[in-house]
């Protein structure tokens, strides 16, 4: 369920709806009220517009290969390059994932370069325009300390909050809907790439180093009551818990029903990130023991 900004929905209208559909407290349209269907296409193209203001210079010289798991947001993002004029089959390769939420590159000179990298690439370009950045509360870390170089902040909002306290976050995010979308920051990227004649290595050198890897296991005990046992920071009413180590720092949270817990791990890079990983897990394994003999 989304809310204003394109935003997860906060919990009391999450549970406002479902009281009103139990109860059925809700008001029921006849056939005679409903209007005729009307033609959203539009939207579309403004949406397309939209792509297209972020490079208002054009893309003239550049070259990019668009790939994706989902056909419209790829055949839409190769349109809109082809507009700007930059040059299909590069050796640049834009990935977009479900629903063209998320981009990867990869380009032979940088490498393969993750979904957290290039948020991080689109906060850098946002922080060079003098701006603070709102992102998730599970977004990588190492955003918050490229910021500190530039002087600014990131502002976290929670994926389902209990009340008004992200509420300053949450607005900026609604104006940064980039941070949400692969194929504006795939635009952003290759936009500023362009503007300071400069390199997708060169650019990612601006960045920490850093690399996640995530982890998703089954939880059959109280998961508030794993997050006490293995951090002292938790609290309450939060959505998981970071603990720092002296190779990189960890986020665990609980999964949307509490079945399942999902381990964040952030290293300096992929290897240190799976070790993090591997080694919550099995800490874990050894919690969940503990309780469960504890509760029997």
Known sequence: MTAAGGLPAARNIERNVEARLASGDFKRVGWENIREVTDMSSMRQLYRQELISMAPMGLDGLSATVRGSDYEPTKLLASVLSTLGCAPNGDLRLHLGAGGRRLSIFEPEAGYVWPEQTLALSCLIELERGNDIALPYDAPMAIERLAEQYGHRVKRYLNCPADDCDADARYLAASQLWARDGLMMSAR???????????????????????????????????????????TDYEEGGEGTRIKTKNGVLFVRPSKRGKKLILIAEGADTEVAAELCGELEQKLATVFLDIERETK
């Open 189 to 231: 990227i290759l936009y500023y790439m362009k503007q300071n004649n400069i390199s997708l290595s060169e650019l990612l050198r601006r960045l920490p180093g850093f690399a996640v890897a995530t982890k998703t296991i089954s939880c059959n005990v109280n998961p508030g009551r794993v997050l006490r046992e293995i951090s």
